[in-house]
């Protein structure tokens, strides 16, 4: 039936991402471990091995952190949030990292509170990845635009860079786990980032083409406090 056929679908999708997390880590081990002989062979120059083993162990690491992002929070603290106060933080958190790139980050909060329900630390992961991304992209520098609006039932952050764009065929990749194009990716943040949206019963639109930039959409539940405390 169809429940069946829902749980061997998520058994796939789990074994996929097992297979691909498995391969990996175990790149990185594999060097870790020559490494490790080549040293107790006893030959000199042991610092610039000490150099490739941890920029090894850093990618194992930084995998292992984006993947604990996905795994359910030992306390779920869902809580009412504005997310004009939730991006400000994530702006000023990225400010130097912006600037350090010859990046601008430009804001319109508007001017009425835009509240959610959900996790705050990982909905501010969200657009701290979609906004890592465009820095990354935009390597001769240039400006993030976000825009905060709000809709009838929804809220909505677009994230407009200035970056190379992407084409059809990379569009239909990004997200999927490990899909990267930087030497020092994860391909992670994008998959962790349309999870959790998902779980805040939201969504994420993407529109690029070469040369026009990328524009990446978060679209979440406005919930207004005060809608709950009057139905209950
Ligand atoms: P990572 O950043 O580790 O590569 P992500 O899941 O965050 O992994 O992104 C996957 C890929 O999507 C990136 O490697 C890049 O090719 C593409 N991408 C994401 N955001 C942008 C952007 N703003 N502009 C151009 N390409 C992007
Ligand atoms: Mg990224």
Redesign the pocket.
Known sequence: NEELLVNSEKLYVAGQLAAGIAHEIRNPLTSLKGFLQLIASGRKNNGTYYDIMNSELDRIEDIVSELLMLSKPQVYQLSYHDLRVMMRDTVTLLETQAILHNIMIEAEYGTEPLWIYGVENQVKQVFI??I???I??MIDGGAIRIKLTRQLDTVSVRFQ?E????DEE?LAK??QPF????EK???????V?YKIVDNHQGRIQVK?EIGQG?L?EVILPYRYPEEVRKSS
């Open positions: 990845n979609v890592k991304n465009a990354e992209a860079d970056g190379p764009g992407i990379h990004i997200g899909y990267t194009t930087k990716g994860t391909g992670l943040g994008l998959m980032s690029s990328t990446f």
